[in-house]
């Protein structure tokens, strides 16, 4: 802390002057205005700025002359040179971007993954790199998006990585998240797991959010809405940077980044690692977790592009995973910092639940410009991931007021359970730590064609292959003192003496093959553009079970099971003045059912009633724009039917039954805002509004109860029409503001609200109609503040950055699950982070 300290007053003493000051103004030609938020940097510095909202930029300059480059998402970029006296000022007038349908060609997938503004015709938030880099500090990357329209994003359990994220009433699982076009959903759940990619806001170049149907070239969307993040492409200059932060519960981050520049021969190379160390603001939460980046890229004569990008985050972290009682949090002296799933082995903080992964991912891109009109994009891709999350095994140890805890709801006292496994001797440990493993191999490949057949008409046509592997088994990792551990859930093995390493509990194999395909037709003239698009895919199943059968048994191998889903979506954006414009879209699609709703009871067991989930979306909006308001203003409406849910069911007697629940379907529909606002150069405030209605349309009647051997056991009704869809808050709110108040300083401030905030239930659970409706948590608000200053020093730029998250350490409940009694009483609880920090300095070289 005292180095970084250090470190920052003399970056703070050195500054040095600039040569001159280059203003200009940047204009679209398309709408005849101003165009704000382009980037603008002096080649071969990291020098730069953004265009305010009447397109104008000012930027001081410490060489006599040179050349500046402007660049803006869906624009061809422009260099143009500038030659300034000392201390005077250059002004380079008025500076054209043409629009360039493939100037997105970096990403190297598809045109359009990312939406323009005012011509794609869907609900879009955009984040800069520069947005992402001030505001990030130590919270996790989702939370980069909570202040856009219809998301709400939460750190769960609170442990490094565990974050999720939820996007118009619809769970993680819904939404589709890209990393440069590439999917990254878990093939058989649908699920993103946040902390593989913990490190990847290092290398964000733009972070984009499309909402509802979106314009992703996928064969079959998404029914939430899109996340599409696109890393940094390698620089066309030399150079790099270093940063360190320091924040809160011993959070350290250091990390650098490095580019070649561009070779004689067209070849250039990006390299980026950090490292990231912190006790974790909940207890028993440390982490250790690292990012590295690189980018290789090479120009082959003048009509190919090749570029290979490889990246990942190795990390480990303890995890809170339980929830508990509001009661619970009041009655310890940790308060809502406390967790119960860690403890002390020899004297060293050992965590019972945990969370290691490294899924890194390497693609390689080929862009063929065919000729003047015709162009091909292509990317093949893979995906090696291995790693788990940690438990327990055996006799359960661990409850609240368990004697083998150092007290009430304290820490728990491993080496007790040390002593008594070593006590029974050759009868082998009673309880154990374990892992919970989810390996998987995934390879795919995109390839989109595009082609211009008129001025006004391209027509895209592409493919979507994908394979995946994931292995599915349970290992001892810690025998807590024992000799081994008894098993005998392996049918090939039934007297399984396990040692750590071993196999234990469950051992499978999922596998997923999906084929896709899309053809789009878009038009474009004058102030109209729209779209027409026909998609369809097929997804296969197949399952291995290595335990439940013996090796000999022909059932251990499942056939694939096989669903055809399709799309079918269009949309129009019409600017009827210079300033405004609508939008609308329309669109139905049917999707696959997860992986656990074709194979029931954890077995090789087909799901004869699996169907597709049924989504039938509409979305009307309205943009406007002159040179100090920019504001977004849509509703829409998405009904969802025949949701994949299946849910274990406790019988009376302990064993398990299962419900493979049909006919569920549910409304969401709701209204959002969005606005910036520029009075004068220097100050912006922005602001958002989401009010959704997010609800389960009919009540289901007739749910049958299996037992394991698929004997109808008991029928069920679930009484669940007009009850409120928990889990996110249904009314969101936010006003932000950044102020330049003095040179190369800015001041920001932003406050999230948050209500209508429903409880998640289980729909198994309201099987009376006299059910109230689940408990709804307290509104809650939350403020973040930040200072941002960039100066030179010794003749390079450099910046330091502060935050504080929820400054006035507000107290909310982030999470909850709904309990029996519908009430705060029983509800079942995470607490979100109250005051945190963190201070960091960059140095561009």
């Given at each position: 802390m005292r180095k970084l300290l250090l470190l920052a007053m003399l970056f703070a003493s050195a500054t040095i002057f600039a040569q001159g000051t280059v203003t200009g103004k940047v204009i679209d030609p398309e709408m005849d205005g101003p165009l704000?938020?382009?980037?603008?940097?002096?080649?071969?510095?990291?020098?730069?700025?953004?265009?305010?909202?009447?397109?104008?930029?000012?930027?001081?300059?410490?060489?006599?002359?040179?050349?500046?480059?402007?660049?803006?998402?869906?624009?061809?970029?422009?260099?143009?040179?500038?030659?300034?006296?000392?201390?005077?000022?250059?002004?380079?007038?008025?500076?054209?971007?043409?629009?360039?349908?493939?100037?997105l060609d970096e990403i190297v997938v598809t045109s359009f993954n990312l939406a323009i503004d005012r011509k794609t015709p869907v609900a879009v938030s955009t984040i800069s790199a520069a947005e992402i880099e001030t505001k990030i500090g130590n919270q996790e990357f989702p939370e980069v998006l909570k202040s856009t329209p219809g998301v709400y994003a939460n750190k769960a359990g609170g442990g490094f990585g565990d974050a999720e994220l939820r996007m118009r009433g619809f769970e993680g699982e819904n939404i589709a998240?890209?990393?440069?076009?590439?999917?990254?959903?878990?093939?058989?759940?649908?699920?993103?797991?946040?902390?593989?990619?913990?490190?990847?806001?290092?290398?964000?170049?733009?972070?984009?959010?499309?909402?509802?149907?979106?314009?992703?070239?996928?064969?079959?969307?998404?029914?939430?809405?899109?996340?599409?993040?696109?890393?940094?492409?390698?620089?066309?200059?030399?150079?790099?940077?270093?940063?360190?932060?320091?924040?809160?519960?011993?959070?350290?981050?250091?990390?650098?980044?490095?580019?070649?520049?561009?070779s004689e021969n067209g070849l250039a190379a990006t390299v980026s690692a950090s490292r990231t160390v912190g006790d974790g603001y909940v207890d028993g939460t440390e982490f250790i977790g690292y990012n590295y980046f690189v980018n290789i890229a090479k120009e082959l004569g003048d009509n190919h592009e090749l570029s290979f990008t490889a990246f990942g985050a190795p990390q480990r972290h303890g995890q809170r995973q339980n929830r508990h009682l509001i009661q619970t949090y009041r009655e310890s002296d940790r308060g809502t910092k406390f967790n119960s799933d860690w403890g002390y082995l020899n004297g060293q903080v050992t965590h019972i639940e945990d969370n290691f992964y490294h899924k890194p991912q390497m693609s390689l891109n080929h862009y063929w410009d065919i000729n003047e009109k015709t162009q091909l994009s292509t990317a093949i891709y893979a995906s090696f991931g291995t790693g788990g999350g940690g438990g327990w095994a055996g006799t359960?140890?661990?409850?609240?007021?368990?004697?083998?805890?150092?007290?009430?709801?304290?820490?728990?006292?491993?080496?007790?359970?040390?002593?008594?496994?070593?006590?029974?001797?050759?009868?082998?440990?009673?309880?154990?730590?374990?892992?919970?493993?989810?390996?998987?191999?995934?390879?795919?490949?995109?390839?989109?064609?595009s082609t211009d057949i008129t001025e006004d008409i391209e027509i895209l046509a592409g493919i979507d292959l994908r394979y995946y592997k994931g292995k599915h088994f349970q290992e001892v990792t810690n025998l807590l003192g024992g000799q081994y551990y008894f098993d005998d859930s392996n049918a090939n093995d039934p007297v399984n003496l396990a040692q750590v390493g071993d196999k234990i509990s469950y051992w499978n194999d999922g596998i997923v093959l999906w084929e896709g395909g899309f053809l789009q037709a878009e038009y474009s003239k004058g102030d109209l553009d729209a779209f027409v698009s026909l998609a369809a895919s097929n997804t296969s199943y197949k399952r291995v079970d290595y335990f439940n059968y013996l090796d000999s048994d022909p059932q251990q191998e499942t056939d694939f099971v096989n669903f055809f889903?399709?799309?079918?979506?269009?949309?129009?954006?019409?600017?009827?003045?210079?300033?405004?414009?609508?939008?609308?879209?329309?669109?139905?699609?049917?999707?696959?059912?997860?992986?656990d709703a074709v194979f029931l009871n954890f077995v090789n067991d087909i799901n004869p009633d699996a169907e597709n989930q049924k989504i039938f979306s509409t979305e009307l909006g309205y943009t406007f724009r002159n040179p100090v308001l920019r504001a977004n203003v849509n509703v829409y409406r998405t009904v969802w039917s025949d949701r994949s849910l299946i849910y274990s069911y406790n019988n009376p007697d302990g064993s398990l039954g299962v419900a493979n629940i049909l006919g569920v379907n549910a409304l969401h529909q709701g209204l959002e805002l969005d606005f910036e606002y520029r009075p004068f150069d220097g100050l912006s405030v922005t602001g958002f509004a989401s009010l959704g209605d997010f609800t389960w349309k009919d009540n289901v009647e007739g749910v049958q109860i299996f037992d394991e051997e698929q004997n109808l056991i008991d029928e069920i009704n679930l009484y669940i029409e007009d009850?409120?869809?928990?889990?996110?808050?249904?009314?969101?709110?936010?006003?932000?503001?950044?102020?330049?108040?003095?040179?190369?300083?800015?001041?920001?401030?932003?406050?999230?609200?948050?209500?209508?905030?429903?409880?998640?239930?289980?729909?198994?659970?309201?099987?009376?109609?006299?059910?109230?409706?689940?408990?709804?948590?307290?509104?809650?608000?939350?403020?973040?503040?930040?200072?941002?200053?960039?100066?030179?020093?010794?003749?390079?730029?450099?910046?330091?950055?502060?935050?504080?998250?929820?400054?006035?350490?507000?107290?909310?409940?982030?999470?909850?699950?709904?309990?029996?009694?519908?009430?705060?009483?029983?509800?079942?609880?995470?607490?979100?982070?109250?005051?945190?920090?963190?201070?960091?300095?960059?140095?561009?070289?």
């Open positions: 704000p938020g382009a980037n603008v940097m002096v080649v071969g510095t990291n020098t730069g700025t953004t265009t305010d909202f009447d397109g104008n930029f000012t930027l001081n300059v410490d060489k006599a002359s040179g050349k500046i480059e402007l660049s803006f998402v869906g624009y061809k970029t422009k260099t143009v040179d500038f030659s300034v006296s000392n201390g005077a000022t250059t002004d380079l007038g008025e500076i054209v971007l043409a629009p360039d349908a493939d100037a998240v890209m990393i440069n076009g590439v999917p990254v959903n878990d093939m058989e759940n649908g699920r993103v797991y946040w902390s593989n990619w913990a490190g990847l806001s290092d290398v964000t170049r733009t972070m984009q959010t499309q909402r509802g149907l979106g314009a992703a070239k996928v064969a079959v969307p998404s029914i939430g809405g899109t996340v599409n993040v696109v890393t940094k492409t390698t620089d066309a200059e030399k150079g790099g940077s270093i940063y360190a932060a320091t924040g809160n519960d011993g959070y350290t981050k250091f990390g650098a980044t490095v580019s070649t520049g561009v359960n140890k661990f409850g609240l007021d368990s004697e083998y805890r150092d007290g009430y709801l304290q820490p728990v006292n491993l080496d007790l359970i040390v002593d008594e496994n070593v006590a029974r001797g050759a009868e082998g440990s009673e309880t154990i730590l374990r892992a919970s493993r989810n390996d998987h191999n995934w390879f795919g490949g995109l390839s989109t064609l889903g399709y799309q079918v979506k269009g949309g129009a954006n019409y600017n009827f003045t210079k300033s405004s414009g609508l939008f609308a879209n329309i669109g139905y699609f049917e999707k696959a059912p997860f992986f009850t409120k869809v928990g889990g996110t808050p249904q009314t969101t709110a936010g006003l932000g503001v950044d102020y330049e108040f003095l040179s190369d300083m800015r001041f920001r401030a932003n406050y999230n609200y948050f209500a209508e905030f429903y409880s998640d239930f289980d729909p198994v659970s309201r099987t009376n109609p006299d059910t109230p409706e689940v408990w709804k948590t307290p509104n809650f608000g939350t403020l973040d503040v930040g200072l941002t200053y960039d100066f030179s020093v010794a003749g390079f730029d450099a910046t330091l950055n502060a935050n504080v998250y929820n400054i006035t350490d507000t107290e909310y409940i982030a999470n909850a699950q709904n309990g029996l009694g519908n009430n705060a009483r029983t509800a079942l609880v995470w607490y979100g982070f109250e005051r945190t920090y963190t201070v960091g300095a960059k140095l561009n070289f």
